[in-house]
Nanobody, 126 residues
Framework: QVQVLESGGGLVQAGGSLRLSCAAS??????MGWFRQAPGTEREFVAA????????LYSDSVKGRFSISKGNAKNTVYLQMNSLKPEDTAVYYC?????????????????????WGQGTQVTVSS
């Protein structure tokens, strides 16, 4: 049974930091990453990492502020979010893909990703 579990969301003031965690299990995954969705908007790519080689990709809106990394446990990733802004407020979803593909394909074709977490709320107050 495949499971994708996120944790670490919460309420933080603008300029603050949060770290999200994601643990996936049930099959080997090639890419893991994060998307987010604010009310009334479409799901947006945030960051992703290739598990075996550690290559990463970030959206322009978070580049330089967010960092994705692998945990010591297999299929565990973290999203360190610094210098948070009110516009970062959203539900953040962890996505895990077992199919080898370019990072940019993972980022631009979320409907092709099979395994998703339930989401964790991040709220940044001004």
């Amino acid at each position: 049974q495949v499971q994708v579990l996120e944790s670490g969301g919460g309420l933080v003031q603008a300029g603050g930091s949060l770290r999200l965690s994601c643990a996936a299990s049930g099959r080997p995954f090639y890419i893991m990453g994060w998307f987010r969705q604010a009310p009334g908007t479409e799901r947006e790519f945030v960051a992703a990492i290739i598990w075996s080689g550690s290559s990463t990709l970030y959206s322009d809106s978070v580049k330089g502020r967010f960092s994705i990394s692998k945990g010591n446990a297999k299929n565990t990733v973290y999203l360190q979010m610094n210098s948070l802004k009110p516009e970062d407020t959203a539900v953040y979803y962890c996505a895990a893909d077992s199919v080898p593909k370019p990072l940019r394909t993972f980022a631009t074709m979320p409907n092709s990703i099979n395994d998703w977490g339930q989401g964790t709320q991040v709220t940044v107050s001004s």
